[in-house]
């Protein structure tokens, strides 16, 4: 098990949260197959440990994963639809339609990011241990913990382990930097 997914089990203990049973081994990998993804190692390591009360359950209604899963590239379209565009994507075309398009295709290089509560998320594997969580709603995306520990301690106790390092993911990073801008029609 990762330092990092040790620690985070401990504070997960000492939270309020009620915790189940960790997922099997052949829970986690008929979960993976369903959804296309690959848990990274800190946030696999807490899920063969624990299944902490109002994080997604991954066992529940396939939809409402589905839906958890699609919620970051949504959110991004959303405000590209509204005026959002990344430089870094070219020229905005010259209507609507056409700038979703071009941003989805860009969209889909992007890392994954998989839900763990509301929507805190994780990038997926083969992302190592030590990811940050973002918090991310439309663009408006934060870094909500160093990593998972730092993340599960700042949501469910109000602490700080005292880490200030965030590793950088692309795209994500980039909105939590400020990058992208917007243009008016």
Not at 32 to 54: C, K, M, S, W
Not at 65 to 71: E, G
Not at 74 to 91: H, I, Q, S
Request: proline share 6%; charged share 20%; hydrophobic share 40%.
């Amino acid at each position: 098990m990762s330092p990092i997914a040790d620690l985070a089990i401990r504070i997960l203990h000492r939270s309020r949260l009620d915790l189940g049973p960790g997922l099997t081994s052949d829970q986690i990998a008929d979960i993976q197959a369903t959804y296309g993804l690959t848990f990274n190692r800190d946030h696999i390591d807490v899920l063969r440990n624990v299944t902490p009360e109002g994080w997604i359950d991954w066992t529940g209604d396939e939809q409402t994963i589905r839906d958890s899963l699609a919620w970051p590239i949504e959110g991004v379209l959303y405000d590209v639809e509204r005026a959002f565009w990344m430089p870094a994507w070219g020229e905005r075309p010259a209507t609507k339609a056409a700038a979703i398009e071009v941003a989805r295709h860009h969209l889909t290089t992007v890392p994954q990011l998989v839900p763990i509560y509301g929507h805190r998320y994780i990038p997926a594997g083969p992302e190592p241990s030590g990811a940050p969580v973002f918090s991310a709603y439309q663009t408006d995306v934060i870094y909500y913990g160093t990593d998972l520990a730092s993340y599960c301690a700042y949501e469910f106790l109000g602490e700080t382990t005292g880490r200030t390092h965030h590793r950088r993911i692309a795209f994500w990073s980039d909105l939590v930097g400020g990058v992208g801008g917007i243009e008016f029609w």
